[in-house]
């Protein structure tokens, strides 16, 4: 099975609607990240969290927010999607310490027409 | 800024060798990653790099030269699964920041 999972894999949607992405890991980390992958632009990071009770934002949270329900489960909400966020969406865990190792979902490609 | 350049695209021929470089402001900087991304799935970590040198994985190596802001993924004896993209990813001090460059797509032909 795999460590770190994200539903869906695929999603198409219409410009206004609200859209919840879920990643679940088994890893047992503490640290959680929603990145966004465009062609060119390399992996951008939306919102991180070092344990439940924290959460940041990254460099383009605007448009995006995130709930830590649990270690194991981040969710990234879209609450009135848009054409500009189609992309791949990737979510990844890591343990805490001097390093940031991450390890990441399989992605979630989402298009909002 | 905080940038991480590295070329776009590279092509190379199965068996040969192929260096892809990358270079980042060295302020602040604590350490890199090097991952590989095929088409369509999840990065994958190759390296990570914190004292200057060479560090040997397989046919994989990585170079870190702290003072120049530079870094290199060897990669030997290509084979045709080589083909995918190759991110450099630094990770920066004061608090949590770790930046992706855009990645290189190497193309390894027969």
């Known amino acids: 099975d795999a460590d770190v999972t994200q539903t869906p894999r695929n999603r198409i949607t219409k410009t206004g609607k609200r859209i919840m992405l879920e990643c679940s890991q088994t890893?047992?980390?503490?640290?959680m990240y929603w990145y966004r992958q465009d062609p060119g632009l390399g992996l951008r990071l939306i919102y991180y969290s070092f344990d439940v009770k924290d959460i940041n934002k990254g460099e383009i949270s605007d448009g995006y927010s995130v709930s830590r329900q649990a270690q194991a489960k981040f969710s990234l909400s879209l609450e009135s999607a848009i054409p500009n966020q189609t992309a791949l969406y990737f979510c990844a865990t890591s343990e805490s310490g001097p390093t940031d190792t991450q390890y990441f979902g399989p992605g979630t490609r989402l298009t909002v027409l | 800024g905080q940038n991480i350049d590295q070329p776009t695209e590279m092509t190379a021929t199965e068996g040969a060798i192929v260096q892809i470089n990358c270079t980042y402001q060295t302020s602040g900087f604590n350490g890199l990653f090097w991952y590989q991304q095929h088409a369509g799935e999840a990065p994958t970590f190759l390296s990570y790099?914190?004292?200057?040198g060479l560090e040997e994985k397989g046919r994989f190596s990585s170079f870190l030269s702290r003072s120049k802001g530079y870094s290199y993924l060897l990669l030997k004896e290509l084979q045709m699964k080589d083909s995918a993209s190759y991110l450099c990813a630094v990770d920066w001090t004061g608090g949590f920041k770790t930046i992706f460059g855009a990645g290189t797509r190497l193309f390894v032909k027969a």
């Open positions: 890893k047992g980390h503490d640290r």
């Open positions: 790099n914190v004292l200057d």
